[in-house]
């Protein structure tokens, strides 16, 4: 039988191989962690049933700390450490308190009270509660914390450790808390419950209505009511679909409310429907998008379904379709509802009106479709991945007098006046090598795209953060701005998504915020530019997160690409800020400061470097190793009225009157883009030779 008192497991950080920080004497962090996880047991065991992770000097794995906490049932799990400065500042010195991320009730309550305690009986700083994505506070336990109780690379602070007094200290200042919070309790979350007209969430005790607060999907959600300890929110309300559902507040006596994340699904109720109907020489492509009976759209992944296909009574009488021919007209379907609540279906051979049933949901739909005929000046194909051979959606396609975009199922038609049967044509889509090639009116053309880079980066999330510290020097937000502009234009270039974390340089975005957009996009690697001060030699610096080894790899790229025979030392080092830990996933910091103090290139040059050098890495760690770079002279008249790129990357580096160049392809063209927007290729010439225009001047 489970005994009234509160379950505590005291988890002492580090041991056996993992030392944690060390003091400049040698004093070990798996030790202390140890020794005060051993006096907070014996303060607390008359009011706690207290566990520890390990009692010994053993390195316990993270996972299985977090498995020792649920099978012991516990109510609360306090994570014990002690800190050390990655960039060596031995000034600092304070307590850091971290509950888990995105959450507020229980948790942090506990952590204030914590926080209390320490502000008011130790002599240093306090910070915190601070939210946090620690592996040992992803658990089911209901009040989890990490103390980061001093830093040891304070020789001060070691000093005072080493007498074991200090140790007593703060053991006294978290047992008070515990105690203290022990005998307030706190709330629980008891589950939620889907019903015909409302979803009801339970808590342990009454909640105050005037401090939830409601999200669905990220916004603030107004349509639900607090009836006692029951939090529900009104069907009717919520389209149909995946939600993701967050609850927060506080109860009537004032304890926080344990911060609910759930997943929940709600059949979609279809009651309307539109569609368009695009014609092509041959097929007509059919868009249907549904909505809900607010006329919001539906959710993404409902299915449509195809019912019956029927000819018109003109098409029967006159005997235009043969049997069985209405039952290949369909060439392809998108029968799975997209982001806008689309479906799409591509039609072929059409020669009279026909009728499209289909059913969405509880929804029967009925669409007349009629044969327009081809006209003899008009262009129709489709264009497809190489590696893939997939359809391509919105590449830009660019003839002598006309553009269009590639539509669903890469269908393209170009709308031409002209009678000539063939003309060259551009296609061109981020991520692809440009093609330009000729085509007929005569055909339908397939066109086929080669990814850029194999398409290594195609679809990747990349996280481009200015490090926060830059804004106490202006001249350090403008480098690292630069960097992260060029950055930008590297990865969308390549078919990645590049995700900033501000709109503008000096917009002040706090570290949480930035990890919580990351964790929300879901975001493939994370790459931070600073140009601040270091307690370090001035060099350029790529900084990664040691327990991470995804980040050493991507950080051995980065350091690993030379650009210039006698490229500045790029230095690789462990790193611990709040940025770096809380993180998943590849996440490097580069420091450019050094880059940009040895006057070796001019400023903006400098800035294309390091976002090249971050590029060329991200390349290297995601399988890409087929760059090469060439340096060509460059007469001055030129390079003042154009810009000077490859085919493959978007960015050349100026230095005097010679431009570096990368590619990535045998027979990739240099682009010369002059200012008036008139654009050049011409072949690579030898290496060391010098770019001039065609004709020579």
């Given at each position: 039988?489970r005994?009234?008192?509160?379950?505590?497991?005291?988890?002492p950080?580090h041991?056996?191989?993992?030392?944690?920080a060390?003091?400049?004497?040698?004093?070990a962090?798996?030790?202390?962690?140890?020794?005060?996880?051993?006096?907070?047991?014996?303060?607390l065991?008359?009011?706690?049933?207290?566990?520890?992770?390990?009692?010994?000097?053993?390195?316990?794995?993270?996972?299985?700390?977090?498995?020792?906490?649920?099978s012991k049932e516990?109510?609360?799990?306090i994570?014990?450490h002690?800190?050390?400065?990655?960039?060596?500042?031995?000034?600092l010195?304070?307590t850091?308190?971290?509950?888990?991320?995105?959450?507020?009730?229980?948790?942090m309550?506990?952590?204030?009270?914590?926080c209390e305690?320490?502000r008011?009986?130790?002599?240093i700083?306090?910070?915190?509660?601070i939210?946090?994505?620690?592996?040992?506070?992803?658990?089911?336990?209901?009040?989890?914390?990490?103390l980061?109780?001093?830093?040891i690379?304070?020789?001060?602070e070691?000093?005072?450790?080493?007498?074991?007094?200090?140790?007593?200290?703060?053991?006294n200042?978290?047992g008070n808390?515990?105690?203290?919070?022990?005998?307030?309790?706190f709330?629980?979350?008891?589950?939620?419950?889907?019903?015909?007209?409302?979803?009801?969430?339970?808590?342990?005790e009454e909640?105050?209505?005037?401090q939830?607060?409601?999200?669905?999907?990220?916004k603030?959600?107004r349509y639900?009511?607090?009836?006692?300890?029951?939090?529900?929110?009104?069907?009717?309300?919520?389209p149909?679909g995946?939600?993701?559902?967050?609850?927060k507040?506080r109860?009537l006596?004032?304890?926080g409310?344990?911060h609910?994340i759930?997943?929940?699904?709600?059949?979609?109720d279809?009651?309307?429907?539109s569609a368009s109907?695009l014609?092509?020489?041959?097929?007509?492509l059919?868009k249907?998008?549904?909505f809900?009976?607010h006329?919001?759209p539906?959710?993404?992944?409902?299915?449509?379904?195809?019912?019956?296909i029927?000819?018109?009574v003109r098409?029967?009488?006159r005997?235009?379709?043969?049997?069985?021919?209405l039952?290949?007209i369909?060439?392809a379907k998108?029968e799975?509802s997209d982001?806008?609540?689309?479906?799409?279906?591509?039609l072929k051979?059409?020669?009279?009106?026909i009728?499209?049933?289909?059913?969405?949901g509880?929804?029967?739909?009925r669409?007349?479709?009629?044969?327009?005929?081809?006209?003899?000046?008009n262009?129709?194909?489709?264009?497809?991945?190489?590696?893939?051979k997939?359809?391509?959606?919105?590449v830009?396609i660019?003839?002598?007098d006309?553009v269009?975009?590639?539509?669903?199922?890469g269908?393209?038609e170009?709308?031409?006046?002209?009678?000539e049967?063939k003309?060259?044509?551009?296609?061109?889509k981020?991520g692809?090598?440009?093609?330009e090639?000729e085509?007929?009116?005569e055909?339908?053309?397939?066109?086929?795209?080669?990814?850029?880079?194999?398409g290594?980066?195609?679809g990747?999330?990349?996280?481009?953060?200015i490090?926060?510290?830059?804004?106490s020097?202006?001249?350090a937000v403008?480098r690292?701005?630069k960097?992260?502009e060029n950055?930008v234009?590297?990865?969308k270039?390549a078919?990645?998504?590049?995700?900033?974390?501000?709109?503008?340089?000096?917009?002040e975005i706090?570290?949480?915020?930035?990890v919580?957009?990351?964790?929300?996009?879901g975001?493939?690697?994370?790459?931070?530019?600073?140009?601040?001060r270091?307690?370090?030699k001035d060099?350029?610096?790529?900084?990664f997160?040691?327990?991470?080894?995804?980040?050493r790899?991507?950080a051995?790229?980065?350091?690993?690409?030379?650009l210039?025979?006698?490229?500045?030392?790029?230095?690789?080092?462990?790193?611990?800020?709040?940025?770096v830990i809380q993180?998943?996933?590849?996440?490097?910091?580069?420091n450019?400061?050094?880059a940009?103090?040895?006057?070796?290139?001019?400023?903006?040059e400098?800035?294309?470097?390091?976002?090249?050098?971050?590029?060329?890495?991200?390349?290297?760690?995601?399988?890409y190793?087929?760059?090469?770079h060439?340096?060509?002279?460059?007469?001055?008249?030129?390079?003042?009225k154009?810009?000077?790129?490859?085919?493959d990357f978007?960015?050349?580096?100026?230095?005097?009157n010679?431009?570096?160049?990368l590619?990535?392809?045998p027979?990739?063209?240099?682009?010369i883009?002059?200012?008036?927007?008139?654009?050049?290729?011409?072949?690579?010439p030898?290496?060391?030779?010098?770019i001039?225009?065609?004709?020579?001047?």
């Open positions: 039988m005994s009234h008192k509160l379950r505590l497991v005291l988890d950080g041991g056996g191989q993992s030392s944690g060390v003091g400049s004497s040698g004093l962090e798996k030790e202390l962690n140890l020794k005060l996880a051993f006096l907070l047991k014996d303060l065991e008359s009011k706690f049933q207290v566990f520890l992770t390990r009692e010994g000097d053993v390195d316990v794995p993270l996972e299985e700390r977090v498995r020792f906490a649920e516990a109510d609360i799990f994570s014990l002690f800190n050390a400065d990655a960039l060596r500042n031995p000034n010195n304070r850091e308190v971290y509950f888990p991320f995105e959450e507020s009730g229980p948790s309550d506990l952590g204030e009270l914590i305690e320490f008011s009986r130790l002599d700083p306090c910070v915190g509660p939210p946090s994505r620690y592996t040992v506070l992803k658990s089911k336990v209901p009040v989890r914390l990490l980061e109780c001093s830093y690379t304070n020789e001060e070691e000093r005072k450790l080493l007498k074991g007094k200090r140790l007593e200290e703060i053991s200042i978290v808390a515990l105690i203290k919070f022990s005998e307030l309790d709330c629980r979350y008891r589950g939620f419950e889907i019903k015909d007209e409302f979803i009801s969430f339970a808590f342990s909640v105050s209505r005037d939830v607060k409601v999200l669905v999907d990220g603030e959600f639900f009511q607090v009836m006692g300890k029951d939090v529900t929110l009104l069907k009717e309300y919520l149909g995946i939600h993701y559902v967050e609850i507040g109860t006596s004032g304890k409310l344990p609910v759930e997943t929940i699904e709600i059949e979609p279809v009651a309307y429907f109907i014609p092509y020489a041959g097929y007509q059919v249907i998008r549904g809900d009976k006329l919001n539906i959710p993404a992944g409902v299915r449509l379904s195809v019912d019956k029927e000819a018109s098409a029967i009488r005997g235009i379709y043969k049997p069985g021919e039952e290949t369909i060439e998108r799975i982001e806008t609540g689309s479906f799409y279906i591509l051979g059409i020669k009279d009106e009728k499209l049933n289909f059913t969405i509880n929804l029967d739909g669409l007349s479709v009629e044969n327009i005929p081809k006209r003899k000046t262009i129709t194909g489709f264009v497809f991945d190489e590696n893939t997939k359809p391509l959606k919105n830009l660019q003839g002598e006309f269009t975009f590639s539509e669903e199922f269908i393209f170009l709308e031409r006046s002209r009678e049967e003309e060259k044509v551009i296609f061109s981020d692809y090598y440009a093609l090639t085509l007929s009116t055909s339908i053309d397939k066109i086929y795209l080669k990814p850029l880079y194999n290594v980066l195609f990747k999330k990349i996280l481009i953060d490090d926060n510290r830059d804004f020097d202006y001249s403008g690292s701005w960097v992260a950055l234009l590297l990865v270039n078919g990645g998504i590049p995700l900033l974390t501000r709109d503008y340089p000096w917009q706090d570290d949480y915020s930035k919580k957009k990351a964790v929300r996009e975001v493939d690697a994370s790459v931070q530019i600073s140009n601040s270091l307690h370090l060099d350029l610096y790529v900084f997160y040691e327990r991470d080894e995804s980040s790899k991507l051995e790229a980065v350091s690993g690409v030379t210039y025979k006698d490229d500045p030392p790029c230095l690789m080092m462990p790193y611990g800020s709040y940025f993180l998943s996933g590849p996440r490097i910091v580069i450019s400061r050094g940009f103090g040895k006057e070796w290139l001019a400023e903006n400098v800035a294309k470097y390091i976002a090249l050098k971050v590029f060329v890495g991200l390349l290297w760690y995601f399988g190793t087929g760059v090469y060439r340096e060509y002279d460059v007469e001055y008249e030129l390079l003042s154009s810009s000077i790129f490859s085919e978007p960015i050349g580096i100026v230095m005097g010679r431009v570096r160049l590619f990535s392809r027979d990739s063209k240099i682009v883009l002059l200012k008036n927007g008139e654009k050049i290729l011409i072949g690579k030898l290496e060391g030779k010098c001039t225009l065609p004709d020579g001047n």
